[in-house]
């Protein structure tokens, strides 16, 4: 079974500009959370989307935001990017049952210069 | 909504055992108790998850007491390669009030 894919890996983007991560989860999982990680940080819940629904949000600014697909497959923008917006982001997919069994890609790493 | 307080750093020596315990006060009846490990630069990866009691999986158990306010995570016999930072979260993933609890990670480092 394929794990969570996040696309892409690493890129660079200026001040200003704004951008979109991509996140396909394991196939049958139907909850999609993204994380915010910066550097000896820990990790920081921005949203989580079940069934092309929001259902929990974190406390980020609007710029953040996010979107999933029917096939559960998941985006999320970041617009007017600052320089503090420089981290790993990381998606990750559950099933949503009691248990909290939630899997992580390996995260896109974005540097805002 | 519990809140997790756990150490945020470790040291070891290689083939010791180490103990990395989770509080969580405030933990609800429907809440479970899973732990992450992560290396640098990679997403958090699944260790073990607990209810109650103890658990124990090829790479760790999980000691949870009666009231479940506290958990111990166990690596026996650590070597280099967990050298890593370990979360507990706390939470319940069910239902349209599904929380889920972070601690802040604790650093593990295995010394030779």
């Known amino acids: 079974k394929a794990g969570v894919t996040q696309t892409p890996r690493y890129l660079i983007k200026t001040r200003g500009q704004q951008v979109t991560l991509s996140c396909s989860p394991i196939?049958?999982?139907?909850?999609v959370s993204w994380y915010q990680q910066t550097p000896g940080q820990g990790l920081q819940f921005l949203f989580e989307?079940?069934?092309?629904?929001?259902?929990n949000k974190g406390n980020f600014p609007g710029r953040f935001s996010g979107r999933q697909f029917s096939n559960s497959r998941s985006e999320m923008n970041v617009s007017t990017l600052e320089l503090g917006d420089s981290a790993l982001y990381l998606c990750?997919?559950?099933?949503?049952?009691?248990?909290?069994?939630?899997?992580f890609g390996e995260g896109s790493w974005l540097t805002v210069v | 909504l519990a809140k997790i307080t756990q150490p945020i750093s470790m040291d070891s020596y290689e083939g010791q055992e180490v103990n990395i315990t989770c509080s969580h006060n405030?933990?609800?009846?429907?809440?479970?108790i899973t732990w992450y490990q992560q290396f640098p630069s990679q997403g958090p990866r699944f260790i073990i998850q607990g209810y109650k009691t103890k658990v124990t999986n090829e790479v760790a158990s999980l000691f949870i007491p009666a009231d479940r306010k506290s958990s111990t995570l166990s690596l026996p016999r650590v070597s280099l390669s967990d050298t890593a930072v370990y979360y507990c979260l706390v939470g319940d993933n069910a239902g349209n009030n599904r929380k889920l609890i972070w601690g802040l990670g604790t650093s593990l480092a295995v010394n030779p």
């Open positions: 990750a997919s559950s099933s949503r049952g009691p248990l909290n069994t939630i899997y």
């Open positions: 989307y079940f069934s092309e629904t929001q259902r």
């Open positions: 405030n933990i609800a009846t429907n809440d479970y």
């Open positions: 196939s049958g999982h139907r909850s």
